[in-house]
């Protein structure tokens, strides 16, 4: 398949526009090829030119130009090859190419929308050529990339690289991904001096101007795309919350950076539970990191505790948060209003801001972490987390691979091998005590396919927790009985398919369930025939 620009006439607006037509790859006439050519060669000659690459960087520009040029090889390529193409196209090596985005520009692959955009934002929305065909679309605002702050418009790669997850990771089809980038300025001085920044040189407005943006945008996305699924990616951490909120219900919609990231953290934490010989309630959770991703997951591990019979309560008093200045407490100067659910109510100490400390005093059976610190998690830290359980869970899970808490080798090394460990960036393979052990990597791409996929088959109209919730479940109960024996957390990556298919069905159940889905049909399957019916939707290059 090859994706073509085609001319046609605007009666509505007297123009001549072009629309981007997916068309059938043709053989090329005799003469115009080699004389011996062979797409799985090709494939193979591709795979060799991208391994010839010495940079991260440069292997991913290599990737969008294949993408261009070929759609179904790109595609071949990330199934084949999955482990080695998926930190290309998405984290860590996304966040350079965000980062040099201005620099590395070539074409647009995504809908950029502007603050002077606003009033005529639905006259934006209908350009984008395959309008039509548009199921899912991955929204930014580039105000909090991954752990590299305000980047402007330079977040664009984060939508396109999320949606080529969906394709790889779910069978979405290429032409049904709608990348969008709202620009309202940026306060990274640097884009702003920068002669080759690609957005408005202006810093970004007032709430009251994001809000009246942001109403425009959503009351014209669910008028102009009905059919279409709606992820915010990387907004910052006040307006991620408040959007959440505000639109949720608007149109189908959430949030990966809350809800993605809170699902497959839960997903391991209870894979990682088996391990740990102490039942469900005397679990202690610490979270090192308090933004919006972090207090994301804290609500979503309230799961953790409430699917076993806890009160919400009981499950709310078994997770504590560390921000910037310690231990999150009642009483405290400066915690922010989105952190105070999970505030101690108890705590009458002084202030605690040292990590270490903070661990002997809470004794956690699991850290995690979601600072972009790199090395919070210190070796005293480590000792200290392995003297309060048998089996410490340790997952660093701050984004790209430098920022992480801790490595694998360190957590490793420091708890004597006991730890269960799981980051958000990949890691090596480490040997200790004879035995090769594998980390796990609480990667957001086991969640947000089959989320997508299951809520835009049974055609929801919003995104309940439930659902949220079902994903994480789906991923916890996919692991393999070889997996589990060698206590992975996570299942492998190769798999992703598979996993997508699984955490769909449970997701359009719980859809069906809380009564949002409006595919009546799927009512009718059993699980066996839903299943099926989900991996025939799967688009396959």
């Known amino acids: 398949m090859s994706i073509v620009l085609t001319p046609y006439w605007s009666p509505d607006e007297g123009i001549q526009k072009l629309k981007m037509e997916a068309r059938a790859k043709t053989p090329a006439a005799p003469g115009l090829a080699p004389p011996v050519f062979s797409t799985k060669a090709q494939l193979d000659r591709t795979l060799l030119q991208l391994r010839s690459r010495t940079s991260p960087i440069e292997k991913y520009t290599f990737l969008a130009q294949v993408k261009q040029a070929d759609v179904e090889a790109f595609y071949k390529l990330c199934l084949e090859h999955m482990p080695e193409i998926t930190p290309i196209i998405y984290t860590p090596t ?54 590299l702050g305000d980047l402007g418009v330079n977040g664009m790669p984060i939508a396109v690289g999320k949606l080529s997850l969906y394709v790889a990771g779910a069978g979405i089809r290429p032409s049904s991904t709608f990348p969008i980038t709202l620009d309202l300025g940026t306060n990274n001085s640097g884009n702003l001096s920068d002669p080759l920044y690609l957005g408005l040189r202006q810093r970004r407005p007032s709430d009251a101007e994001y809000d009246a943006f942001m109403d425009e945008f959503i009351t014209e996305m669910g008028r102009i795309y009905p059919k279409v699924l709606v992820q915010f990616e990387d907004f910052s951490t006040d307006h991620a919350f408040s959007y959440l909120a505000r639109f949720r219900n ?37 979270l ?21 019979g806890m009160s919400e309560e009981a499950a709310r008093n078994q997770i504590w948060l560390v921000d910037s200045k310690g231990l999150v407490y009642v009483g405290r100067e400066g915690v922010a209003e989105y952190k105070m659910y999970f505030a101690r109510r108890h705590y009458t100490g002084l202030p605690m801001k040292d990590l270490t400390e903070i661990v002997k005093y809470v004794k956690p059976t699991a850290l995690l972490g979601l600072s972009t610190i790199t090395g919070a998690f210190t070796p005293d830290v480590i000792r200290q987390m392995s003297q309060s359980t048998p089996r410490p869970i340790i997952f660093p899970l701050s984004n790209p691979v430098h920022l992480s808490e801790c490595t694998f080798a360190e957590a490793l090394t420091h708890s004597n091998g006991t730890a269960i460990f799981a980051s ?17 990597q609480g990667n957001n791409m086991y969640i947000f396919p089959g989320l997508g996929l299951g809520a835009i088959l049974c055609r929801a109209k919003s995104v309940t927790d439930s659902m949220v919730e079902a994903s994480a479940l789906g991923l916890a109960g996919s692991l393999s009985w070889d997996e589990r024996a060698l206590e992975l957390v996570y299942p492998r990556i190769e798999r992703i398919r598979e996993i997508s298919a699984h955490i769909a069905v449970k997701v359009i159940r719980a859809a069906q369930k809380a009564g949002v889905d409006n595919s009546t049909d799927l009512k009718r399957m059993n699980d066996t025939r839903l299943l099926e019916f989900v991996k025939g939707k799967m688009w396959n290059p």
């Open 94 to 147: 996304v966040g350079d190419a965000c980062l040099q985005y201005s620099k590395i520009y070539r074409n647009s692959e995504g809908l950029f929308i502007s603050l002077k955009d606003k009033g005529k934002i639905g006259n934006i929305l209908r350009n984008w050529p395959l309008a039509n065909e548009a199921r899912i679309s991955v929204v930014t605002d580039g105000s909090r990339i991954l752990g």
């Open 250 to 286: 608007s149109l189908p919609l959430f949030n990966d950076d809350i809800q993605g990231t809170g699902a497959v953290v839960l997903a391991g934490l209870l894979s990682a539970a088996r391990l740990v010989p102490i039942p469900r309630g005397e679990h202690r959770i610490l």
């Open 288 to 308: 090192f990191g308090a933004g919006s991703a972090s207090v994301g997951v804290a609500k979503q591990l309230m799961s953790f505790f409430t699917i076993a």
């Open 424 to 440: 958000g960036s990949p890691f090596g393979s480490e040997v200790i005590g004879g035995v090769r052990r594998e980390p796990g």
